[in-house]
């Protein structure tokens, strides 16, 4: 796909290539890199995004690569744009280091 994962993301599915996981209420599902390169191959109305995880319902948790450093966001599957986007953390460590402390998903905070 040509893209530079950061380290931290690129280190978990070095380490794992993909797991589900409950952090708390939150459910996880880091794809595998198979899944990934498939379900990013899908996305069309959000140029940039890319998907790493799942909540393993509608949610598709992944990097908005418009920016730098990449903040992690939460789309809908059946999303039409970036304006339904969901802010989550500033990076995919920040990311990572609240579901360690079961921090729920932000619903409430939009992505601009």
Do not use: C
Request: no cysteine; aromatic share 10%; net charge negative.
């Amino acid at each position: 796909m040509g893209i530079r994962l950061p380290v931290e993301l690129r280190d978990s599915l070095l380490a794992s290539n993909g797991s589900g996981e409950w952090f708390g209420e939150v459910f996880v599902e880091l794809f595998d890199t198979k899944t990934l390169v498939a379900v990013n191959t899908e996305i069309e109305h959000h140029p940039g995004f890319l998907a790493f995880a799942s909540d393993g319902s509608r949610e598709l948790l992944g990097l908005d690569l418009r920016r730098q450093p990449p903040p992690v966001v939460m789309i809908d599957v059946t999303s039409p744009g970036w304006e339904e986007a969901r802010w989550q953390a500033a990076t995919y460590g920040e990311f990572m280091e609240q579901r360690r402390h079961h921090a729920p998903l932000r619903w409430d905070v939009r992505h601009s």
